[in-house]
Structures are given as structure tokens and as C-alpha cells.
């Protein structure tokens, strides 16, 4: 059973776990890995810092699978002004990759982005061209391309494209895949 929900100060050891199992994790090859922001924390400092706040706000849920933490969705406003809202999304344990859990939580996070902020015609989310997983997903999932910039993101020798998808509120209430998933969070 998949379930998107509040991270609570108790999950935050399962939290640290799925995030910090290695100090080479694979998701953080594909979660822009060109900021070079990986860094391996010992669990007493992710508890101690401001870090682990983000995950208890309301821009981040936890991504549960029978119960067991995998990833997070995430929304972030790019300009609160314009409303212009990006969403995220880690599945940290790679056992979870590729078996229809990320299309089935963004589903259903892109619908609650739409009815939370009912202001809003559109919910981006920006990838990179290394991403080929994110890339295809964000096309299931209806996502238009909108932009593309090219080589500006560098990686270990090589350059990169910046993708940028989006959809709008009509599309997504109009298509037959947000249709047959009408989960809650």
C-alpha cells in the first residue's frame, strides 16, 4: 500500500536511514548531482541542525510504502508573487525504482498542489537531461516540455540540459490518467 503523509518527528531516524545509508547513495547520481550537495551526515547532527526541519514542513511528505518510509515528495514556490509553484520527488531506496510508486504519488500530489492552492493554473517540475527516469515519468504523467536549456548544467565532464515540464490545472483534471486515481492525501 503507497501512502503520502506528514513526516513527524518520529519518522525522523527512518528518515535519516533511508537518506544516509551509504556515503555513495544512489539517488544522489540523479537528484542534481552537479550542486554537489550530498553530504554524508552522522545522525546526531541531522537531529541537532535545522536540516531535518524542511522535512516536517507542510512542502514535504514522506513517501510510505506498506508502511516503510522510501522518499519524499516536495513543493517549493519558485515566485510566490507570480504563483508559480514547483514540485520534487526522491524515492531514496533504489528497491523501489521503476515499479510505478513515483507516477502514483505525484498524481496524487499534483492534485493536492491544485486543490491546496486553488489560485494556481500551473505545477512545474524542472529536471535534468541525466534524469532519463524523471524525464519519461514527467511525460506519463502528462507534463509538458516547456524549456530546455541547453549544456547548463555540468557533471562529472560532461554538459547537461536543464528540463523544465509542466501542467496546467485544466489538463490535469481533464486527463483520463488523473481520472482514474482520485486518491487523497
Known amino acids: 500500500m503507497i501512502k503520502l503523509t506528514r513526516i513527524k518527528k518520529e519518522n525522523l531516524i527512518e528518515l535519516y536511514n533511508v537518506i544516509y545509508t551509504s556515503k555513495n547513495p544512489e539517488w544522489s547520481k540523479y ?10 551526515l552522522d545522525l546526531d547532527i541531522f537531529l541537532l541542525t535545522n536540516h531535518h526541519e524542511f522535512y ?14 522510501i522518499g519524499i515528495v516536495t513543493r517549493h514556490w519558485e515566485c510566490f508573487v507570480t504563483r508559480w509553484l ?4 526522491i524515492i531514496y531506496d533504489k528497491s523501489y525504482w521503476s515499479r510505478g510508486i513515483g507516477e502514483t504519488v505525484l ?20 529536471t535534468w537531461s541525466g534524469n532519463h527516469g524523471m524525464m519519461r515519468l514527467a511525460e506519463k504523467l502528462g507534463l509538458i516540455l516547456e524549456g530546455r536549456l541547453r549544456k ?16 496546467l490545472r485544466e489538463e490535469f483534471f481533464n486527463s ?5 486515481h482520485s486518491n487523497k492525501l
Open 31 to 40: 537528484n542534481a548531482p552537479y550542486f554537489n550537495e550530498y553530504k554524508f
Open 56 to 69: 516536517l514542513s507542510d512542502r514535504c511528505y514522506g513517501i510510505f510504502v506498506d508502511n516503510k518510509l
Open 86 to 89: 514547483e514540485i520534487g520527488i
Open 107 to 126: 498524481k496524487i500530489w499534483i492534485k493536492d498542489c491544485f486543490i491546496k492552492y486553488p489560485e494556481i493554473e500551473r505545477v512545474g517540475l524542472t
Open 152 to 167: 547548463v548544467r555540468y557533471y562529472n565532464g560532461s554538459y547537461y540540459d536543464s528540463v523544465k515540464y509542466g501542467i
Open 176 to 180: 483520463q490518467i488523473e481520472n482514474k
